[in-house]
C-alpha cells in the first residue's frame, strides 16, 4: 500500500511541477516556427517565480470568494492529475478516477472561475464569464462522446481500466478511436484557450475569454491560476496518451517498468507539445460566433465514433 501512495505522489507531482515547463515548451516550439528566438523553457517558471514574490491587490468590494477561488481551481487542477494514470496503473484512487469525475472536476473549477470573474462586476470579467460558460456547454457533451468510446471498448469508465485493457491486451485496431481522437484534439484546443478558438498570448477585447476571467487577479492569485492551467493543458495530454497511445504506461506493481514509463512519457509530450505548436502556427484564430460550429464538428465526430464502434467492432 505503501509503494501505491508513494507512486500516486510521485505521479501527481510529476504533472504538477511539470505543468510549467510543458506551457514553456510549447511557446518555446512555435517561437521556433515563427522564426523568432523565443524566451526559452523556463520562463513559465520565472514567471511564476516573480508573480508569488509581489503583494496582490484586490478590489475594494471583492468578496471571499474571489479570494479563495485561485485554491480551489489549483486544488481541482491537482486533483485530477491525480486521477490519471500518468506513469502506472496502480492508482491508490483508481476506484475514483474515471472519465466522468475527471470532467466533474473541471466543470467545478470553471463555475468558480466564472462566477469569481463576475464577483467584482467588471465588464471584461462578465464577458468572459460568458464566453467560457458558452464554450463549456458545447465542449463538455463533446468530451463526453468523446472518452465513451475507449469506454465502450474497455468495458469500464475508469481511466486505468481503459489503459490496461488498450496497452496490455492483444493489439488491435478500432477504426472508431480515429474519430474520436481528431475530436479529443478539438475539444483539448477548445477547453485549454488555444487557437483557433482562443489566443492566449493577445488581450484584445474583442477575442479574450479565458484572459478576460482573470484579468483582476494579481501576484499569487494570478499565479495559481496560471499554474492551474498549465496544469489543466498538461493533464489533457496526459488523458489523450491515455486514451489514444498508452503504450509505455506501466502495469500495476510493475516497478522495473518505471524509468521506461518516464522516458516514453517524456517522449509523447515533448511530440504533443510540438504537434500542438504547429497546429497554433498554421491555424487561424476563429471568430467567437464560429466556436459553435468548431465544438458541433467535435460532437459529432465523437457520436460517430461510438457509431463506428457498434457498427465494426462488436
Not at 515548451?25 to 521556433?32: E, F, I, L, P, T
Not at 495530454?237 to 506493481?253: D, K, M
Not at 521506461?260 to 504533443?272: E, T
Amino acid at each position: 500500500m505503501i509503494q501505491f501512495l508513494v507512486s500516486q505522489l510521485f505521479q501527481t507531482l510529476l504533472v504538477v511541477l511539470a505543468a510549467p515547463l510543458m506551457l514553456g515548451w510549447v511557446n518555446q516550439c512555435r517561437a521556433w516556427l515563427q522564426n523568432r528566438s523565443g524566451p526559452g523553457w523556463l520562463q513559465p517558471y520565472r514567471a511564476l517565480r516573480k508573480l508569488f514574490l509581489k503583494d496582490a491587490v484586490l478590489a475594494y468590494n471583492a468578496s471571499a470568494l474571489f479570494r479563495i477561488t485561485p485554491y480551489i481551481v489549483f486544488g481541482c487542477m491537482a486533483l485530477a492529475a491525480s486521477i490519471v494514470p500518468v506513469l502506472a496503473t496502480d492508482l491508490p484512487f483508481s476506484p475514483a478516477a474515471d472519465v466522468i469525475a475527471l470532467v466533474g472536476l473541471f466543470a467545478l473549477a470553471r463555475v468558480f472561475m466564472a462566477l469569481a470573474a463576475m464577483d467584482v462586476g467588471t465588464a471584461f470579467g462578465s464577458m468572459g464569464a460568458r464566453r467560457e460558460m458558452l464554450i463549456a456547454s458545447l465542449a463538455e457533451p463533446a468530451l463526453l462522446m468523446v472518452v465513451f468510446t475507449p469506454s465502450l471498448i474497455s468495458g469500464s469508465t475508469a481511466l486505468t481500466t481503459i489503459v490496461e485493457t488498450l496497452a496490455h491486451t492483444r493489439l488491435t485496431i478500432y477504426p472508431s478511436m480515429a474519430f474520436a481522437g481528431i475530436a479529443f484534439v478539438m475539444v483539448m484546443l477548445a477547453e485549454n484557450a488555444r487557437i483557433p478558438i482562443d489566443n492566449p498570448a493577445t488581450h484584445l477585447e474583442l477575442t479574450m475569454i479565458h484572459e478576460a476571467m482573470i484579468l483582476e487577479y494579481s501576484a499569487r492569485h494570478l499565479a495559481l491560476m496560471e499554474w492551474a492551467n498549465a496544469i489543466k493543458l498538461t493533464i489533457y495530454f496526459a488523458v489523450g496518451v491515455a486514451l489514444f497511445l498508452p503504450w509505455g504506461i506501466a502495469q500495476a506493481g510493475d516497478w522495473p517498468m518505471m524509468p521506461l514509463a518516464i522516458v516514453a512519457f517524456a517522449a509523447k509530450m515533448a511530440a504533443g507539445g510540438a504537434g500542438l505548436a504547429v497546429l497554433e502556427t498554421v491555424s487561424a484564430k476563429l471568430r467567437i460566433f464560429r466556436a459553435p460550429e468548431f465544438l458541433g464538428m467535435a460532437f459529432m465526430l465523437g457520436v460517430l465514433g461510438i457509431l463506428t464502434h457498434f457498427l465494426l467492432e462488436r
